[in-house]
């Protein structure tokens, strides 16, 4: 593991197509750390990424990057069904700390490799929940308990635009995603256990392929992703949440919106989605927070605007790099993971439940 107080932490990057671009440009906004190496087989991603960090070696095989001795860290932005393998040669090769991506696994037959993961992984694994640090919902988060006086019903709703185009069209298909309810949604239900504070017992989901990719075909096969979906979680401490999905809902004002409620008040905040998006003839909503007390008190509005150069840097409203300087502290030995292997497993759980009962149209126990 890195020693405390070395001057610059060095990455090794494993896939450097959208996501792991927008790290680059994140992790250049903090002065102690760098891209040392990045592994990345497809040419037009691995000259994008040399433009943004021209210094950074090219490794031609994932076992060569692992290799290279001045690495201090791993980061994993591969496509989502090359995680847990891909966690499994760390540890079996090179156990240094590492950042993975969402969702931590994909097929249900990876479960154990995860928890055997969790046991044998000899330095911390830290999951990327980004949404965790977008600063409204980090408000919300911290706020939640004391305004709702112990939320009862927590509710996400996030309308957005369609799944972008990615490096052999992965994204287009379940084999490779998890699903729409694991690829997209394990963000959700990763805040939903973290929020209520609280672990899911039953998950009722009606799901669906309304509009998006409908007329998509890859090899002649068709995209089986969903684009919207209503999912229901009921929590052990009788608490219930409820997540909303479109993905066809371009220019909607804000993209995330959640709302938690209790017997004292109600809280709830609003994300606008990435600039880069939002039509350019409108200005951009601030991201807020809101706390309406249960009592006949005036509603408190509280504005969080995120400096601009995080805005610009990625599509997460700076989350990206809040975690990043998070993780640094890990790297660094000071700290523990803040989101672990066993926080992403359980998301996937959830997600992958939420897929199965959106197949069935049954209640999937967990």
């Not at 040399?50 to 950074?56: D, I, K």
């Not at 109600?266 to 807020?288: D, L, M, S, T, Y």
């Given at each position: 593991?890195?020693?405390?107080?070395?001057?610059?932490?060095?990455?090794?990057?494993?896939?450097?197509?959208?996501?792991?671009?927008?790290h680059?440009r994140?992790?250049?906004?903090?002065?102690?750390?760098?891209?040392?190496?990045?592994?990345?087989?497809?040419?037009?991603?691995?000259?994008?990424?040399?433009?943004?960090?021209p210094?950074?070696?090219?490794?031609?095989?994932?076992?060569?990057?692992?290799?290279?001795?001045?690495?201090?860290?791993?980061?994993?932005?591969?496509?989502?069904?090359?995680?847990?393998?891909?966690?499994?040669q760390?540890?079996?090769?090179?156990?240094?700390?590492?950042?993975?991506?969402?969702?931590?696994?994909?097929?249900?037959a990876?479960?154990a490799?995860?928890?055997?993961?969790?046991?044998d992984?000899?330095?911390?694994?830290?999951?990327?929940?980004?949404?965790?640090?977008?600063?409204?919902?980090?408000?919300?988060?911290?706020?939640?308990?004391?305004?709702?006086?112990?939320?009862?019903?927590?509710?996400?709703?996030?309308?957005?635009?369609?799944?972008l185009?990615?490096?052999?069209?992965?994204?287009?298909?379940?084999?490779?995603?998890g699903?729409?309810?694991?690829?997209?949604?394990?963000?959700?239900?990763?805040?939903?256990?973290?929020?209520?504070?609280?672990?899911?017992v039953?998950?009722?989901?009606?799901?669906?392929?309304?509009?998006?990719?409908?007329d998509?075909?890859?090899?002649?096969?068709?995209?089986d992703?969903?684009?919207n979906?209503?999912?229901?979680v009921?929590?052990?401490?009788?608490?219930?949440?409820?997540?909303?999905?479109?993905?066809?809902?371009?220019?909607?004002?804000y993209?995330?919106?959640?709302?938690?409620?209790?017997?004292?008040?109600?809280?709830?905040?609003?994300?606008?989605?990435?600039?880069?998006?939002?039509?350019?003839?409108?200005?951009?909503?601030?991201p807020?927070?809101?706390?309406?007390?249960r009592?006949?008190?005036?509603?408190?509005?509280?504005?969080?605007p995120?400096?601009?150069?995080?805005?610009?840097?990625?599509?997460?409203?700076?989350?990206?790099?809040?975690?990043?300087?998070r993780?640094?502290?890990?790297?660094?030995?000071?700290?523990?993971?803040?989101?672990?292997?066993?926080?992403?497993?359980?998301?996937?759980?959830?997600?992958?439940a939420?897929?199965?009962?959106?197949?069935?149209?049954?209640?999937?126990?967990?």
């Amino acid at each position: 593991m890195m020693a405390k107080g070395l001057d610059m932490c060095r990455y090794g990057l494993i896939g450097a197509g959208m996501m792991g671009q927008e790290h680059i440009r994140n992790i250049a906004l903090i002065e102690q750390a760098d891209i040392a190496a990045i592994f990345e087989p497809d040419k037009s991603m691995q000259l994008a990424a040399s433009a943004l960090v021209p210094n950074a070696r090219l490794a031609k095989t994932f076992e060569d990057l692992l290799a290279i001795p001045d690495l201090d860290c791993l980061l994993i932005a591969s496509p989502n069904h090359l995680h847990a393998r891909q966690l499994s040669q760390i540890a079996a090769t090179r156990p240094l700390p590492v950042l993975v991506e969402k969702p931590l696994y994909t097929d249900p037959a990876d479960a154990a490799l995860i928890e055997s993961l969790g046991q044998d992984f000899s330095a911390p694994i830290w999951v990327a929940m980004e949404y965790r640090y977008m600063p409204p919902i980090a408000r919300l988060i911290a706020e939640a308990e004391a305004a709702t006086g112990g939320i009862k019903m927590l509710t996400i709703r996030e309308h957005r635009y369609p799944f972008l185009e990615k490096v052999g069209d992965w994204n287009r298909f379940n084999r490779y995603t998890g699903g729409t309810l694991v690829e997209k949604c394990c963000h959700f239900f990763d805040l939903m256990r973290l929020i209520l504070r609280d672990e899911p017992v039953q998950v009722m989901a009606s799901a669906g392929q309304a509009v998006n990719h409908l007329d998509e075909r890859y090899a002649g096969e068709a995209p089986d992703i969903l684009d919207n979906a209503y999912v229901i979680v009921d929590f052990a401490g009788g608490a219930r949440a409820m997540l909303e999905l479109c993905m066809f809902a371009e220019g909607s004002r804000y993209q995330e919106e959640i709302a938690a409620v209790g017997p004292a008040g109600k809280i709830e905040c609003f994300v606008p989605g990435p600039a880069r998006f939002w039509p350019k003839n409108q200005p951009e909503p601030p991201p807020h927070l809101v706390i309406s007390p249960r009592e006949p008190k005036a509603p408190r509005a509280i504005d969080l605007p995120v400096d601009p150069a995080l805005l610009a840097a990625g599509d997460h409203n700076g989350a990206t790099f809040y975690q990043h300087q998070r993780f640094q502290e890990v790297v660094r030995g000071g700290a523990p993971p803040e989101v672990t292997l066993q926080d992403g497993a359980a998301a996937v759980a959830m997600g992958l439940a939420a897929q199965e009962s959106a197949r069935t149209g049954q209640t999937v126990m967990l």
